[in-house]
């Protein structure tokens, strides 16, 4: 008789340490599912900010190239002015030459 209760004590400690370990690995599990998500919302916050700090720089880069483009079309805009002057002041210049001829004989010294 004794052998079957040792027997079935021992059969019962069984089944509670298979339970209790049955017990930690699924909290082992539950802890690892948890991190499993911090790092998920982790990596998603991160891909988040990387697309907003892109973003921002491709706004900076689109920025950047129409400043540039007013600053190529300013230049532009200087160059043909500095043209039509010097074509103003070569015909200012043609002009009080003719002035100078015509006037010549009118000065006496």
């Not at 509670?16 to 690995?25: D, F, P, R």
């Not at 599990?29 to 907003?52: D, P």
């Not at 532009?76 to 003719?98: W, Y």
Request: glycine content about 4%; overall charge positive; proline content about 0%.
């Amino acid at each position: 008789m004794r052998s079957i209760k040792t027997k079935l004590i021992v059969s019962f400690s069984v089944v509670i340490l298979a339970l209790t370990i049955s017990v930690g690995a699924i909290s082992i599990m539950n802890g690892v599912q948890s991190l499993k998500e911090e790092a998920q919302r982790s990596m998603l916050h991160r891909k988040t900010q990387m697309l907003q700090a892109l973003h921002a720089l491709s706004e900076i880069t689109r920025q950047n190239a129409a400043g540039t483009q007013q600053a190529a079309a300013a230049m532009q805009q200087q160059v043909a002015t500095a043209s039509e002057l010097a074509a103003i002041s070569d015909s200012m210049t043609r002009l009080v030459k003719g002035l100078k001829a015509i006037t010549a004989g009118f000065i006496t010294e």
